[in-house]
């Protein structure tokens, strides 16, 4: 299956392990970006999974473009120019300490990118699938532009779109995002987010007390129904994610598809070393659980289960295969070493 993403990949920078920014003097190096980490998820899989952006002509740029190549996702369409390449500092939480992001991506070159630098009907030629997040259109109006016309091109190619909502306040306020979002949804077949994304994005809250730790699935069943019929999309999907402290979580999800509500199992993540990029593994586990899946609760199932696998994994990216992630979804979690 041909599987297009659109979105920035950028240069993370950090600290070892759990130290703190301020008592390092040297950061680790780690490429990622939320569309990035999914199409090396659907490449992992075996899809040919395409990364579309734009990255600066120097070295820089040309490692991101390599980070991309060594898990086999084609660049093909990605263009190069402008200057910068998008940078976030990442230091990694423990236990009641969260982890923290700090942007530095200001005038990146995506973030400034033309629709001239992109033929989008050329790119959704024989596509399958594509999908976006809604991290790309807060980075500037120039890239909300770009996701606009990427929808409507694959709308002409008879393309499946998706979306994760990705509500990221230090971008943009939830009146932005929902100004920008909502038109955006006429566009789309697949809704991924959870309870914040709803809300934020959106302007729909479920009925769930989520940051009190309760992830009761009646709580969205009423919501999920409303995105329904106020947008049509063909399934509506949220993680349901209880965080009692930043190295131990619960994971589950649930999917709608206009007919029946699916609930995953739950999985006891303890101890986490790195959430950064779970939600990105979890719509790539999705796409390809709805592609090559016969039903929604399969799907949702392979998508769950990749995303607990990503949780213990450093880096943003989900290095797993579908066959470590449906060991995972068939009950073997007792993490014995493989000889």
Known sequence: MKIITLGEIMLRLSPEGCYRFLEVDRFNVIWGGGEANVAVSCANYGHDAWFVSKLP?????????????????????????????????????????????????????????DPSDFDF???MEGADWFHWSGITPA??????????????????????????????KKLWTSEKAISIMNPLMKYVDVCIGNEEDAELCLGFKPEADVEGGNTDAEGYKGIFRQMMQ???FKYVVSTLRESFSATHNGWKAMIYDGKEFYESRRYDINPIIDRVGGGDSFSGGLIHGLLTMPTQGEALEFAVAASALKQTIPGDFNL????????????????????
Do not use: W
């Open 57 to 113: 002509k120097h070295e820089i740029g040309q490692a991101a473009v390599n980070a991309l190549r060594r898990y086999g996702v084609h660049t093909d369409h990605i263009a190069r120019g402008g200057d910068r390449v998008g940078i976030y500092y990442c230091e990694t939480g423990a236990s009641m300490r969260p982890s923290k992001v700090i942007y530095d991506r200001a005038h990146s070159a995506i973030a400034e990118a």
């Open 139 to 168: 980075i500037s109006d120039n890239a909300a532009e770009l996701t606009r016309l990427a929808c409507e091109a694959a709308k002409r190619h008879g393309v499946t779109v998706s979306v994760d909502l990705n509500f990221r």
């Open 121 to 123: 009907d050329k790119i």
């Open 230 to 232: 106020e947008f049509g």
């Open 320 to 339: 797993v295969s579908a066959e470590e992630v449906k060991a995972l979804a068939e009950g073997n979690a007792s993490g014995r070493v493989q000889r």
